[in-house]
């Protein structure tokens, strides 16, 4: 004779509370899981660096004379990259993607500044910046300044560049190659390498704007 399993009518019982409980304790779960998505910080594309205060020491002079630290660049989502006008190929580069981006974000680009800092002082007189960045586009801004300037303005981005000695008293320059957006409040919050294309710049600058 074969043995019957027998289950009494309250260990079911038992059982049909623990899986409604354990139903609820899931549907909590995934309300809370949702409400986190939308109400948490936004999804860039770029490192959030939200909070690290960068740029904090910025105080230079504009290819439009007028001098500028974060509190001047306030208004609008900033976006700021270092580089030089000599810059064979990395800085025209960036620039001509950042006026790309300029295009995709069409109407809301009235709410975006670009920022070029040159890291490059001893040639790049606000005469020779405005020049450059205008090619690019009219609404782009040069920054330079002293040495010195330029130096803590660097250092307070933790941006890194030397000067390369050349042939004939010529030189060239290395330096660090990523954009960072700062939100209308002149705070840091993105930091985007310059390899992820326009889209993805373009992306992390409309979830600021909102």
């Known amino acids: 004779m074969s043995a019957i399993n027998h289950v009494s009518p309250i260990s079911r019982i038992d059982q049909n509370k623990a899986l409604r409980l354990l139903s609820a304790v899931l549907l909590v779960l995934c309300v809370l899981c949702v409400a986190g998505c939308k109400d948490g910080a936004p999804a860039f594309k770029g490192s959030d660096i939200t909070g690290t205060h960068l740029g904090k020491d910025l105080a230079l002079t504009g290819t439009d004379g007028k001098a500028y630290n974060l509190e001047a660049l306030k ?18 580069a960036s620039l001509a993607e950042l006026t ?17 800092i040159t890291v490059d002082p001893e040639r790049d007189t606000p005469e020779v910046l405005r020049a450059y960045v205008s090619g690019f586009d009219p609404q782009f801004l040069g920054l330079t300044g002293t040495l010195e300037q330029v130096k803590k303005a660097a250092a307070s981005f933790k941006v890194y560049f030397a000067k390369n000695a050349g042939v004939q008293g010529n030189y060239s320059l290395d330096h660090s190659a990523s954009f960072y957006l700062m939100d209308a409040q002149g705070e840091s919050r993105v930091l985007l390498n310059n390899s992820l294309g326009a889209a993805a710049i373009a992306h992390d600058v409309q979830r600021l704007l909102r």
């Open 75 to 92: 208004g609008k989502v900033t976006i700021v990259l270092f580089g030089f006008t000599q810059c064979p190929d990395v800085c025209p």
């Open 100 to 116: 790309q981006v300029m295009k995709l974000l069409g109407n809301d680009a009235k709410r975006v500044q670009v920022v070029l």
